[in-house]
């Protein structure tokens, strides 16, 4: 079965902590990225990468940082900069950087208290 | 102005009836098109693509209008299960390719 897996579903953290969310597609697909979902606001982007060691800065990165060490592979750390990282995370992939389908992961829904 | 405008809604519509929403994008020079579903606190799913000569996948069919800048979803005989938000979703290339995304209208299936 192919597709996108995030893990976990949930996460918790205090304020001041670190916290890496994981992203893995088996669709074979070269571009990932990562957005973040408000209530009442549109997908933004976080980060992309289009190819391994790629990866490119999205519309609001600050605070966060990511990884492209295996084409499967996309994971995002949220660090204790980053001022509201309370949010619903979202991991897509699409065949190539161009004008294709994405395909989203289930998400990731973080709680920063 | 947003460069992905869409009614946020709720529509509430009967079952059995047609519904149709329309986006409007800002940039005349956005190159892909798309529908996504999203139920509640769930992924977006892709629902279609939108083609310059429209598109039908059964009961759903989408329109591209470029020199309206809009892009439409009519949706038939409409089930409860269609109850969802429906995202618009731009693909511009502006140097580099770049989603744009519509904060979605929402439909209420009614019984």
């Known amino acids: 079965d192919g597709g996108i897996t995030q893990s976990p579903k949930y996460l918790f953290r205090k304020e001041g902590q670190n916290v890496t969310l994981s992203c893995e597609q088996n669709?074979?697909?070269?571009?990932m990225y990562w957005y973040r979902q408000d209530p009442g606001q549109g997908l933004r982007l976080i980060y992309y990468?289009?190819?391994?060691?790629?990866?490119q800065k999205g519309d609001i990165a600050e605070g966060y940082s990511v990884s492209r060490e295996k084409k499967e592979s996309f994971p995002l750390t949220v660090t204790s900069a980053q001022k509201n990282p309370t949010a619903f995370y979202l991991c897509?992939?699409?065949?190539?950087?161009?004008?294709?389908?994405?395909?989203f992961g289930p998400g990731t829904r973080l709680t920063v208290t | 102005r947003k460069e992905v405008e869409q009614d946020p809604g709720p529509f509430n519509v009967p079952e059995g009836a047609t519904v149709a929403f329309n986006c409007t994008y800002s940039?005349?020079?956005?190159?892909?098109f798309f529908w996504y579903r999203q139920d509640c606190r769930k992924e977006p799913k892709l629902l279609m693509s939108?083609?310059?000569s429209g598109n039908e996948d059964g009961r759903f069919t989408a329109q591209l209008n470029r020199a309206s800048q809009y892009i439409s979803l009519l949706i038939r005989d409409s089930k409860l299960s269609d109850s969802a938000t429906y995202l618009c979703?731009?693909?511009?290339?502006?140097?580099?390719?770049?989603?744009?995304f519509g904060t979605g209208t929402r439909l209420k299936v009614l019984a």
């Open positions: 897509a992939s699409a065949v190539a950087l161009g004008p294709y389908e994405q395909y």
């Open positions: 669709l074979n697909h070269d571009a």
């Open positions: 990468s289009q190819i391994v060691n790629d990866f």
């Open positions: 940039n005349s020079a956005s190159q892909s």
């Open positions: 939108v083609y310059s």
């Open positions: 979703v731009v693909n511009t290339d502006s140097g580099t390719y770049k989603y744009i």
